[in-house]
T-cell receptor
Framework: GAVVSQHPSRVICKSGTSVKIECRSL??????MFWYRQFPKKSLMLMATSNEGSKATYEQGVEKDKFLINHASLTLSTLTVTSAHPEDSSFYICSARDWKTSGIQGEQYFGPGTRLTVT | LAKTTQPISMDSYEGQEVNITCSHNNIATNDYITWYQQFPSQGPRFIIQ???TKVTNEVASLFIPADRKSSTLSLPRVSLSDTAVYYCLVGDMEDFGNEKLTFGTGTRLTIIP
């Protein structure tokens, strides 16, 4: 199946700094990618839809100026957590759909996740 | 997207068959039922999808009654490596503009040796 990678896998940063997380579709092109956040023992919460060549669409309650999303190419989306605070510490996961090869309706491929810890 | 309800947690012994049921009373005509598996500190992984009756693949079976208001994921002869959270999702995910997935609480399955 298709592969989605994320970098870094884990990052520790100081409060007030910014952190960039990359999401790449390795063997397919993705015009749309999704960013989720997951707190310990909780479900995945969709943060935003990343659209190649246009602005991201954010879910209600997600601050677009704090979570900057850039989808500059068909294989790369980045999420930048600006002025990070300890409450931003979480597991961030991206996903994408390989429209050309997936025979399953709506099947998405998820990245391995990035664990962010803000101290 | 239809709301789903699953048990929060389940325990089972190795070698047994495990059935996890998901309720989705408001499922729409165009909605499919999809199950994902998530191991700790990993992204979810697609398990199986169905529309009606029964679907089987190499890892699981999915049973969907005629009214489609519920579905049951069946894992045959579970092993310790099946310990994970299992999510049931329902929606018409074929539309290009409606790809986003909404995850419910999921079922935390623990396999006991």
């Amino acid at each position: 199946g298709a592969v989605v990678s994320q970098h870094p896998s884990r990052v520790i940063c100081k409060s007030g700094t910014s952190v960039k997380i990359e999401c790449r579709s390795l063997d397919f092109q993705a015009t749309t990618m999704f960013w989720y956040r997951q707190f310990p023992k909780k479900s995945l919460m969709l943060m935003a839809t990343s659209n190649e060549g246009s602005k991201a669409t954010y879910e209600q309650g997600v601050e677009k100026d704090k979570f900057l999303i850039n989808h500059a190419s068909l294989t790369l989306s980045t999420l930048t957590v600006t002025s990070a605070h300890p409450e931003d510490s979480s597991f961030y996961i991206c996903s994408a759909r390989d429209w050309k090869t997936s025979g399953i309706q709506g099947e998405q491929y998820f990245g391995p996740g990035t664990r962010l810890t803000v101290t | 997207l239809a709301k789903t309800t699953q048990p929060i947690s389940m325990d089972s012994y190795e070698g047994q068959e495990v059935n996890i049921t998901c309720s989705h009373n408001n499922i729409a005509t165009n909605d499919y039922i999809t199950w994902y598996q998530q191991f700790p500190s990993q992204g979810p992984r697609f398990i199986i999808q169905g529309y009606k009756t029964k679907v089987t693949n190499e890892v699981a079976s999915l049973f969907i009654p005629a009214d489609r208001k519920s579905s049951t994921l069946s894992l045959p002869r579970v092993s310790l490596s099946d310990t994970a959270v299992y999510y049931c999702l329902v929606g018409d995910m074929e539309d290009f503009g409606n790809e986003k997935l909404t995850f419910g609480t999921g079922t935390r399955l623990t396999i006991i040796p």
